[in-house]
């Protein structure tokens, strides 16, 4: 593809990816949902985060690995422990990356 | 306003230390493709969407065709949808234009953010818009920094850069643990996400999980107010 194409094909996947994010909140906002769709959606932020988060760590080559060779798994632990106690967002973004690092470095 | 607005670029640290690394990651991935600088940082600017980004970098470099880029961006960031209308309930009372431009840069990072932020306040608008502007500026550095960086750098894990993704991840997800139905849920979500994954459903997987655990989260809340009461 030139790069004209390549551009042309970027404003169609922006299109499509802005209509989705945009559409339920321009046709929601502010109406009173009712009551089990309000609940529905309160899952949604714990549901899907979660499913992002999981296949990166127990299948970060795209097969399964739970074992102690998964670094990606192994530096969950203490990262999800920071996050947990010290409620500290930067602190558990950056103990995440320093542990992969370190562990990279020294095993 | 100002200060409002610095007080956003503040919250938006955090995505900031995640979106740094990661939209290095993409910009070396996008010049490695061999595409121009101009689309790499292009899409950082229309499309903001990462793993939806580096994904179609990937496709772009093994030539496919418009359509099938278009198709596969759609499937991987459907999900917004769900969290645009977990949002939209907290909206009251802003303009149309002004959750026209908020939509634009909803990712499941700002999402997350502001699902906290406006759990139970409604922060200022400037505020809001504070973190989502903070969030795409730092992710169009990273891509502009990647692909310049792209020519010199083979792999981006040795120093952790990898890591970013699943560590803000799980930044955002435990705040959101707040009841333990919804940790029940998280858990079941995961399950049923790397399930999907390893079957082969790499692109949809995520909004799969999300529908099913939600739903099957909503049933088990009904059913235990219902016994209890």
Request: contains cysteine; positive net charge; proline residues 5%.
């Amino acid at each position: 593809m030139d790069e004209s194409h390549v551009f042309l094909t970027i404003l169609g996947m922006g299109a499509v990816t802005y209509l989705p994010r945009v559409l339920p909140m321009l046709l929601l906002s502010g109406r009173n949902l009712a009551p089990w769709i309000a609940r529905w959606l309160s899952f949604v932020p714990a549901t899907v985060l979660a499913a992002l988060l999981a296949p990166g760590l127990i299948c970060p080559e795209g097969r399964l690995d739970i074992s102690v060779n998964n670094l990606y798994l192994l530096a969950a632990i203490p990262t999800f422990f920071v996050a947990w106690r010290f409620k500290s967002f930067f602190g558990t973004v950056a103990t995440g990356m320093g542990l992969v690092a370190l562990m990279r470095f020294f095993l | 306003m100002v200060s409002s607005f610095l007080r956003g670029v503040r919250q938006a640290l955090p995505i900031v230390l995640g979106y740094i690394p990661v939209g290095f990651a993409y910009g070396v991935l996008a010049q490695k493709s061999g595409l121009g600088l101009a689309n790499a940082v292009g899409m950082s600017v229309i499309v903001f969407a990462g793993s939806a980004q580096l994904i179609g970098a990937g496709l772009f470099g093994a030539g496919a065709a418009p359509f099938a880029l278009i198709l596969t961006t759609f499937v991987v960031n459907l999900r917004h949808m769900l969290m645009s209308a977990a949002l939209a309930p907290k909206l009251k009372g802003w303009k149309k234009w002004q959750i026209a431009l908020f939509g634009y840069e909803l990712t499941d990072e700002t999402f997350a953010m502001h699902s906290m932020r406006m759990s139970s306040a409604s922060p200022p608008i400037a505020e809001t818009f504070g973190v989502n502007i903070t969030s795409q500026t730092s992710w169009i550095l990273g891509s502009l920094a990647g692909y310049l960086a792209g020519g010199q750098i083979a792999d981006v894990r040795p120093v952790g850069l990898d890591y970013a993704l699943p560590a803000m991840f799980i930044a955002l997800l435990v705040p959101q643990l707040m009841k333990p139905v919804y940790l029940v849920m998280a858990v079941l979500s995961g399950s049923l996400s790397i399930t999907l994954f390893l079957l082969g459903f790499s692109q949809s997987h995520v909004i799969a999980a999300t529908v099913v655990a939600s739903t099957v989260g909503l049933g088990v809340e009904q059913w235990m107010n219902h016994t209890s009461s």
